[in-house]
């Protein structure tokens, strides 16, 4: 199965809104409700931002929101800030009950 | 708190296989709440899921490592490991642990151990 597919980079100044996507098919992103997504700073280890869409760990800020519509899922960080620079990655269970992750999106605050 | 973590050789030959071990504390890998996968990334590239073990012992993999990836736990030992055959340089990754909450392949993540195969 292919990895689903993510922006390459997003930029954005601090205080503003960036929104990643996160597209796949009907057989993933469009067939569950199980979109996961991860910040992950250089050299450091995958943070669960999202899970199941929408839903926020505990201890994740509220900056962060996520939806979906059709096979497109997506992440919008708001108030962007500098310590949200990161790499992204967005995830989902796919119909041969597996799971697949995103290409990864490089956020940039300007 | 729940903690994972990876043990096992950092470097691999080719052709060989790679095992690896992740021993869990703060929770039960017998939890019919949970499952217990594997997750890797090559050095400078994205994350690839490679398998979940569930509490019932069924495992489920990538379609593109099925073949060669085999997923086991010992309850006993509260460890869950990884071995994946005939390895090429191309597996040459940082290897995570992390606990699968259905649909979300990890909530919690081991701190990740990079293997090199090179002969």
């Known amino acids: 199965q292919s990895a689903l597919t993510q922006p390459a980079s997003v930029s954005g100044s601090p205080g503003q809104s960036i929104t990643i996507s996160c597209t796949g098919t009907?057989?993933?992103?469009?067939?569950?409700?199980?979109v996961s997504w991860y910040q992950q700073h250089p050299g450091k280890v995958p943070k669960l931002m999202i899970y199941d869409v929408s839903n926020r760990p505990s201890g994740v800020s509220n900056r962060f929101s996520a939806s979906k519509s059709g096979n497109t899922a997506s992440l919008t960080i708001s108030g962007l800030q500098a310590e949200d620079e990161a790499d992204y990655y967005c995830s989902s269970f796919t119909s041969s009950s597996s799971i697949v992750f995103g290409t990864g999106t490089k956020v940039t605050v300007l | 708190q729940l903690q994972l973590q990876e043990s096992g050789p950092g470097l691999v030959k080719p052709s060989e296989t790679l095992s690896l071990t992740c021993t869990v504390s703060g929770g039960s890998i017998s939890s019919s709440t949970y499952h217990w996968g594997w997750i890797r990334q090559p050095p400078g590239k994205g994350l690839e899921w490679i398998g979940s073990?569930?509490?019932?012992?069924?495992?489920y993999y990538s379609p593109s490592l099925k073949s060669r990836a085999t997923i086991s736990g010992d309850t006993s030992k509260n460890q869950f490991s990884l071995k994946l055959s005939s390895v090429t340089a191309a597996d040459t990754a940082v290897y995570y642990c992390?606990?699968?909450?259905?649909?979300?392949?990890?909530?919690?993540w081991g701190q990740g151990t990079l293997v090199t195969v090179s002969s």
């Open positions: 009907t057989s993933d992103v469009g067939g569950y409700n199980y």
């Open positions: 992390a606990r699968d909450r259905s649909g979300c392949p990890a909530d919690y």
């Open positions: 073990l569930y509490y019932t012992g069924r495992t």
